[in-house]
């Protein structure tokens, strides 16, 4: 084998990076107990402490080889000037990273000007798709061991929304379950509990792009499905795209701002989808009398219920 990595002009390393060591530390195999794994918050603060040390090489290497990161005279200038140094002293001074650097100045400016190319050439997305990681998967809870809880898993929580985000992926792109897309992009972020969710903005072909409310009530739903059609379906809205409890039900809920919802719940009933002043959709919530339990309350349909449940996509809502 080292003949033939020679023979093709390979040269054979003979060490790992950081990076590959720790991940080859928090694998989780079914013949070797590594107890670092199950040590609750002190694995977190062993994560943490681990990815920066990986950070930290990754820095050092941007600040010890500029050399490999040259650029015009100009354009370093006015990349200086961007940054709102005004002192001449200064200039050449500064260390730049590369925007190979994840979470770097370049790296984010780059795919921000990747992102206005794309709407500038398709057009405005017509999906905005979110995915939030939830500790009760399946996925999750079958690899945890007795003594271990999900906050305490960040490596699990990781691989488990990483493999679902891939699945998303190909039912959008591969399996075209919203039509053929054009262009799409996301971004992946964590919520102050641990848990990370992603958003996606998902562009149509011009064949596919929705144009009509009957297309938007095709994809999008928010009412509760039938319960004695749908039975699954109405448990799943039920306890996973229900806001609140808010309003006169509970003031003192965390998005009440000045006595209001900031997120505009309960919204009016309406009996079709249309679009609204600022150009999105005011989707369809019927009035019907509907009587559920949710939350430890019995919400009437007295514009408090159906008023409160998220947008879902019908089609990702079984799934995931």
């Known amino acids: 084998m080292e003949t033939q990595n020679l023979e093709q002009g390979k040269r054979k390393r003979d060490v790992v990076s950081v990076r590959e060591y720790y991940c080859y530390k928090l694998q989780m195999r079914n013949d070797d107990e590594d107890e670092i794994l199950h040590t609750r918050r002190l694995f977190q603060q062993y994560s943490v ?24 005279v100009l354009q ?31 790296d984010m400016r780059q795919h921000y000007m990747d992102v206005i190319a794309l709407v500038q050439h398709f057009g405005k997305p017509d999906l905005f798709i979110t995915m939030t990681c939830n500790s009760s998967w399946m996925e999750i809870k079958e690899h945890l061991s007795s003594s271990d809880e ?3 898993r960040p490596d699990l929580i990781s ?3 990483r493999a679902k985000i891939e699945e998303l992926k190909t039912d ?24 990370p ?9 011009n064949e596919q792009k929705l144009l009509t409310t009957e297309a938007y009530d095709d994809i999008i739903r928010a009412e509760l499905p039938d319960s004695n059609r749908e039975p699954n379906l109405h448990k799943l809205v039920l306890k996973h795209m229900m806001h609140g409890l808010c309003g006169i039900l509970n003031p003192i809920n965390c998005c009440m701002k000045k006595g209001c919802c900031k997120f505009k719940y309960p919204q009016k009933f309406v009996d079709q989808t249309s679009k609204g002043n600022d150009l999105y959709p005011i989707y369809r919530r019927r009035n019907t009398g509907e009587v559920v339990h949710v939350r430890g309350k019995d919400l009437y349909n007295l514009g ?9 996509k019908i089609q990702l809502s079984h799934k995931y």
């Open 49 to 72: 402490d681990e990815y920066i040390k990986l950070e930290t090489q990754r820095l050092d290497f941007g600040s010890f080889n500029q050399d490999l990161f040259r650029m015009s």
């Open 76 to 106: 370093g200038l006015l990349y200086v000037l961007r940054l709102g140094e005004r002192d001449a002293s200064n200039v050449g001074k500064q260390t730049f990273l590369p925007n190979s650097f994840i979470g770097g100045p370049r």
């Open 197 to 205: 969710h992603a958003h996606f903005l998902i562009i149509l072909s």
């Open 304 to 312: 408090l219920f159906i008023q409160s449940i998220f947008t879902w």
């Open 150 to 152: 999900a906050q305490n």
């Open 159 to 161: 691989r488990a929304f």
């Open 172 to 195: 959008i792109l591969k399996r075209n379950i919203f039509g053929k897309v054009a262009a799409f992009m996301y971004t992946v972020e964590f919520q102050k509990r641990g848990l």
